[in-house]
């Protein structure tokens, strides 16, 4: 454990070199300022990009970890959470990590999207470790006057929380823009994070059935678990095989409702394929640039008379609701597991490159940063 | 004038080989059925397609002509316009070209695509001329019982009718889908009928502004002479000029919504581009196979946050309103001109290859064809 | 059992009169008509309103029973069902009580509203007895040509199938129009077989909480076993202690969506009362004329910014779903029981003067006609 | 006009008494503050209503006038408007009433609501003029850090936006919210500012027909000078005459979109009875409390299948819009007179008692307050 007024985080310095352990005083809080102890963070795919350097104008050195659970150790004031509670100390909470969405421009206040709001900052991705304590793989995280802050009911644990993590709120968003009707039916591409809740989501909002197409192995047996109608193994390059078992089990018209969570150019031709006339095809997956793919408007857009859209992040009404619906629903998902059962291990601050291994290659579905 | 029982019709007898004029013996008429004189027909760029042989399943010889304007000359029994009056020897009357469309499998009840049903037959495109006087390029077009007949509003002359042809319900659905608010900036690519007409309502919605990009100088022409707020040349090839000044004209961020009626796959590429992050962009030109065009699935859809709609057909309901539209608004257009101003010329049968011909190297805007 | 070629059928002969059990001939098959042994009808509350001559232009003699599902004893060619299957002797069936709906008129072609279409006729209330078996209180059903008609997968039985009967495709179009969100709490008003369906599909389609405001214990004692949130009495006259509740339960603001499915004027007033600013509130319940409620257009609509919409009846997506959702969810419902928890008891023909009175006074949920 | 550093303003003081003009001294601004030289400001109905007393918890004594343009005298700071822009002094702006919306709490951020946040406060009503000159019948105005500026277009006159007013954002959100498609019937029930803006913005949306039944025959002159296809004068107590001239415009269906911009009960349902089945009733002209009306949820609402909405209100986005639509379309409306052609006449602000009574009894359709 650190001194009081000194605490340990792992730092991102840059592209493609290894996160390190740094140490930092703990700041004197601005009204309306709170400091928590991090009680969970997770390792996301984002994570994996950032590592990497695939995202355009990231501050690097970063302290990574945009979603996280803590409890608070100090206030700076009266502040208050969204449904208008006094944040106290020793309190349990979440909060959005996009912060600073400026509620004053075109974007947020004319286009209605927030989302693209050009001073929208997001804690563990465009803060630099030199700013402060601005993300969860930390044993502090400070919460700047403003940010979005939720208190766990009683009922919810940190655990269920941080299962939902970043891609719960996204995958909300997601499920949203896809107008999930009772009955429909429902293909996940892609069952990492994102594409786990999407599915577990749909599963949640009454669909027909909701299948799953994903390449590892660890992954599909992970989505049965969670109750999927079907988890179909991608086929190897050059194989339409789970194109084919989509069309079979749609009377050969494919999905009313497809959500794409892989990220990888190609899934979405093959997506649209599985998609019916008519029918609705959300990108929710391609959060860095993966290049190209051909698509013919002809035959895969206009005379398939399809909606394509793109989701983009999250606001804060995908997180308040995220709590109610893990609340509601957490507990019963993945057979009675819970929602936490989406969670493969926790690693501490000195294992987090095996993290971010673990999850690049597939060898995890989430890992939790626990960092004590 | 052909003998009382006979009539002429130019037939398309196969891909790439000459219309020829053909006479017909007139047909008994079915109870429900409905005998017209054609008063005029039109000349599309489907038309050209199918004297190509680029559309799937035409089952020729055919007789061209789909959205056509005719006066009734035999009814057999008490048939009903849509509106419930009943269709009287020597009205004046058009008809919805989509016939036959089931009302009874799973595209018609439960997906609600009626323009996807596998039934659905469309005049002057899927009915061979063996089977009878299916199209409009003829002195008499038969209406088989059930086909959705309008007789005209006494205020509403078969030209202006005829301008608007298949193009305008077509571009009724585009903008439909479009969604376009009041004071949205719009962006037409293309300008040929579907999109003179997509501009047309664009600007009757109420649009902010309506810019269009075009190729064919008669056809940027004809887009200002419409009232378009510009009409921008499209770059040559390898050239963005035209993408930057629609830029240059929305402060860097693009249009609120695009509406692509242009057929070329690029297009849908630089269309992308010139529309805003949360946007919409509506695709309504690609009625063929062109090819594909790269897209990548991260900056052009998912980070921009944009939603992307095809738009296949029409049904009923844009038929009906083209009349009111065409009733209420038609004469304004154009400067006064009245939407007959987009039709440049107008062919006997002997002339419709020349018709096809001009169409297809954008000489002429609009052609009719006029089987006297 | 009657002769082969009669069947028994009870006949309401007028309003305020005890329905009688009469003989008829099976008629002769028209080219695409189907009879139907019944195997399960249905006794709901309009029903009731029937048996009161409360709607108006029912051309008594009436066999009752809208919804009905039915084994095939014969066919006349090869009908085929909405899914494309062809209709077989012996197949277990349901169809759509709604017919006859024109696919030609304003209504159906462009207010897109087939479910106000004047052509259409609905079996068990606007066919007379005189016209033939278009009830299912009676041993045989014919189904006239035209009819959508849905074979039951194998998966699926005749009680699940009833148990849904012509309540739950009625709390389909409901729950659809109110567009609840994954997280949405949802209030229901009436635990009448509309309304517990309206409740069990809100719990299907991850709703954050669901409650139900109902007079009768017994209804509010089959709310909870369908698990409901919490199932709430309705105050005694003059007290608003639902109200009251439900707005605790809400942080005082009231639920995200109301249903209303009472048939009561005055719930209406006290469901706005428990709907949130900028809610959602769906009137379904008033399927007959219990005169006005008064209502503050300030301070109820306009400063509530409130959206109310009126439901009527359903369209064949609707019920196509219905068996959709039956197959996929129906057995979990309820705790385990399944949807036919929901049916209360089943009567012969000589006991439905027995069944209208227990519907009326509300001492049962939902009572099957079983015409054996 | 004033010593430079002081200013007179109308102030109410409360209900039912005379306005009375004070003299105030110019503030300190703040940091981001902005101070405005009035050019114009506006009466409108809700004046009247404040002059009374009708609305919960205004603050007398106040400044009223709501919307306004001025001309920037000062800035402390560089202070930017919605677009981007930095206030500049000299510069003619308005700005949105609407201010200290908190985008923080549950309406905001979850309900998207924000013109539901309890902490929003509007200039001319709920600050009082002890707090500092935040009305528009004053010489000067003061705007706080973080009022939505927007600097008018050199294209647009100070007349023209402020014949725009508070009305015209109020309609468009009332348009917006009734989805008006190319080709719908309209009805505007009431022809004051909001009603004759609303009637305007449906003729600029391309309606098929737009029609609007008003008391007054000034304004009914009005409405026929902004080019509306029928303006019709409401019945005498007990006579239906407008709702027959209504029903017989539209083959006894009625019209697909109604907007009630009346403020009397009774209306509503006369509205509702002009209406289609599953047409659309949007309810924007109830500010303030005028009582009840009788609502039969059977044959008014259920059966109809009609959709109700309430409009409270504006947000950022159609006061933006406001300013594109004018600058776009606010020339040719009212036969090419202009959108000023909306104002009766201006009064300075020793007239103001004058114009709050001829605005009451409508002798005026609209009032501007030129505070010189």
């Known amino acids: 454990m650190s001194a009081p007024h000194t605490c340990s985080a792992a730092v991102m310095v840059g592209a493609d070199r290894p996160v390190e352990i740094r140490h930092f005083s703990t700041p004197e809080l601005e009204p309306g300022g709170v400091l928590l102890e991090t009680l969970f963070s997770e390792v996301c795919g984002t994570d994996v990009h950032l590592s990497h350097g695939r995202l355009a104008g990231v501050p690097y050195p970063i302290i990574p970890g945009h979603v996280s659970v803590g409890r608070v150790l100090a206030v700076n004031g009266a502040p ?7 944040v106290r100390v020793g309190a349990t909470v979440t909060f959005l990590d996009v912060a600073e969405t400026c509620h004053a421009c075109w974007f947020c206040l004319v286009a209605k ?3 693209r709001c050009p001073k929208r900052r997001v804690y563990g991705v465009t803060y630099s470790a030199e700013e402060g304590l601005y993300g969860g793989w930390s044993q502090r995280i400070y919460l700047k006057p403003g940010v979005s802050i939720l208190e766990l009911p009683a009922t919810l644990t940190p655990e269920r929380v941080i299962a939902g993590g970043c891609a719960l709120p996204t995958a909300i968003h997601a499920v949203d823009t896809a ?5 429909d039916r429902v293909l996940v591409q892609g069952a990492g994070p994102v594409g786990l809740s999407a599915a577990t989501l749909a599963l ?3 669909a027909g059935a909701v299948y799953v197409v994903e390449r590892h192995e660890v992954r599909l ?3 049965r678990e969670f109750g999927v109608d079907e988890a179909i193994a991608l086929g190897a390059a050059g194989s339409s095989s789970h194109v084919d078992r989509v069309l079979e089990l749609t009377e050969g018209r494919g999905v009313d409702v497809t959500i794409e969570a892989t990220g990888v ?3 979405v031709k093959d997506g649209i394929h599985m998609t019916r006339d008519g029918g609705r095809y959300v990108i929710v997956g391609h959060y860095t ?3 190209e793919v051909g698509i013919n408007p002809h035959t895969e857009i206009n005379r398939k008379h399809l909606e394509i859209r793109g989701v983009w992040g999250v606001d804060f009404s995908h997180f308040h609701r995220m709590l109610r619906i893990l609340d509601r629903h957490g507990a019963k998902v993945a057979g009675g597991r819970g929602w936490e059962h989406m969670i493969s291990r926790a690693y501490g601050l000195h294992e987090v ?3 971010l291994s673990d999850v690049e290659t597939g060898r995890i579905v989430k890992g939790l940063v626990q960092p004590r």
């Not at 208050?80 to 006094?86: E, F, L, M, S, T």
């Not at 107008?179 to 009955?183: A, C, E, H, S, T």
Request: hydrophobic share 30%.
């Open 353 to 355: 490159n095996q993290a």
């Open 179 to 183: 107008r999930i009707q009772l009955g």
């Open 113 to 115: 999207t927030p989302n």
């Open 265 to 267: 150019p190609g899934a």
């Open 289 to 291: 640039d993966h290049g």
């Open 80 to 86: 208050r959470d969204v449904d208008g509670r006094p």
């Open 204 to 206: 949640l909002s009454g």
């Open 221 to 223: 047996a992970m989505a």
